[in-house]
């Protein structure tokens, strides 16, 4: 067993070393660029890219025409968010005062941020509030559209807590009412079998870093449909159909097909495991006094705890807890020590919010690992409460 032990899957993912593998191959073999038509190598790296193209699509019962690959979630977020908005018409300050938006006040920074720079500029957001379990009803979505409103962002699966969205339900009603609906699925993407065949969801966000492909490569879904466009925002060669310039990274894009591939492969059997190493991990804790489970449990994806440690202060905990590698909250925001604002969203004291641990499973979690991390907690909550 390696130490520290991994528990942080969350914030990223081991690169599988078949995803790995299949990278070496296309650093070595379809190095040339995609865009180059004038030579075999162009047309092989092409050929690659396209093929990963399929494996995306494959994976979100997608057509692979509506694959934008981009630099991970953060930048898709921003695509979807700004390019839709921009391609309504609602570019400067004058129009953008004309537009609303509905979100959440749990989105992850990069749509939140978004937003609130455009907010700025006069857009106008409703930030819904999630319930103390981290829950947003489709109802209350409903009940925030305006006339105006032309775009619903909400995520498919909280990062901090794991928590799910009722996106199945809530992506038809909007598609009723002809309103544009994105999706942020960086923590959903290889871990829920998401069917964008049957489910009307208009823009989504993904990230291969999450589901054990590399870093600094990710897409954006774009559904083909009358009425639905996003302008660029990185202008250019007019690669991907005109929607983001720039040289394709033939072997990153190799290797987000290669970690899709192996997720469609392996998907219910692996959710199945991790949920069971989940499950482990907290009958082992649980009896501990003075604990809470952050985020419904049963609304959640299998990966994810999100606990708090009553009168014990996170940041000492996590230091105390040398041998396991873990989050207090979100690690995208790791540089700030402010409570958690996922977790003062669903109601949480800063003195609770400060004493939550997130520990993420994943596909190289093993039961030997739970266990120690299970010796670990105990020993060191109780030591600490002890002397304190
Ligand atoms: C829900 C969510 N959205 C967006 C991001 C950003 O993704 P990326 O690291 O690919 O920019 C992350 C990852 O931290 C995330 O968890």
Redesign the pocket.
Do not use: L, P
């Given at each position: 067993m390696q130490k520290p032990v991994y528990l942080d899957y969350?914030?990223?993912t081991p690169l599988d070393p078949r995803v790995q593998q299949a990278m070496l191959r296309s650093m070595e073999e379809t190095w040339a660029n995609p865009a180059s038509r004038t030579h075999v190598y162009g047309w092989q790296a092409e050929e690659a890219v396209e093929n990963a193209r399929n494996q995306m699509a494959d994976l979100l019962k997608a057509d692979s025409r509506e694959i934008i690959f981009t630099?991970?979630?953060?930048?898709?977020?921003n695509l979807a968010i700004k390019g839709l908005l921009e391609s309504k018409g609602f570019v400067d300050s004058s129009e953008l005062k004309k537009a609303h938006v509905v979100s959440s006040v749990i989105?992850?920074?990069?749509?939140i941020d978004t937003l609130a720079q455009l907010e700025k500029r006069g857009l106008s957001v409703t930030w819904l509030q999630p319930d103390s379990q981290g829950l947003i009803s489709v109802d209350q979505v409903l009940n925030a559209l305006q006339d105006n409103t032309v775009l619903v962002s909400l995520?498919w699966?909280?990062?901090e807590i794991g928590v799910l969205n009722p996106i199945e339900v809530l992506a038809p009603r909007l598609q009723e009412k002809n309103i544009v609906l994105h999706v942020?699925?960086?923590?959903a993407v290889g871990k829920l079998p998401l069917d964008l065949g049957a489910i009307p969801v208009d823009l989504l966000?993904?990230?291969?870093?999450?589901f054990y492909g590399p870093?600094?490569?990710?897409a954006l879904f774009v559904r083909r449909r009358p009425g639905l466009s996003i302008s660029a925002q990185i202008h250019g060669g007019g690669h991907e159909r005109g929607m983001r310039s720039g040289t394709l990274a033939t072997h990153q894009i190799v290797g987000l097909g290669e970690a899709a591939a192996l997720a469609e492969a392996n998907l219910l059997a692996e959710s199945e495991k991790i949920l069971a190493l989940r499950t482990r991990l907290l009958k082992g804790i649980e009896s501990l006094p003075n604990i809470y489970i952050n985020g419904s449990l049963t609304q959640r994806v299998a990966g994810n705890l999100n606990v708090s440690f009553g009168g014990v202060e996170g940041e000492t905990l996590l230091m105390s807890l040398r041998d396991l590698a873990l989050s207090t909250g979100?690690?995208?925001t790791s540089v700030t020590v402010e409570p958690s604002y996922v977790l003062k969203a669903l109601g949480l004291s800063d003195e609770l919010a400060h004493s939550a641990l997130r520990i993420s499973l994943g596909r190289f979690t093993t039961e030997e690992e739970v266990d120690f991390a299970v010796n670990a907690i105990r020993q060191t909550v109780a030591g600490l409460r002890a002397a304190s």
């Open positions: 969350a914030a990223t630099s991970g979630a953060t930048e898709s977020n989105e992850h920074k990069a749509v995520m699966v909280n990062n942020d699925a960086a923590q966000s993904v990230s291969a870093h999450k870093k600094g490569i990710g979100s690690a995208c």
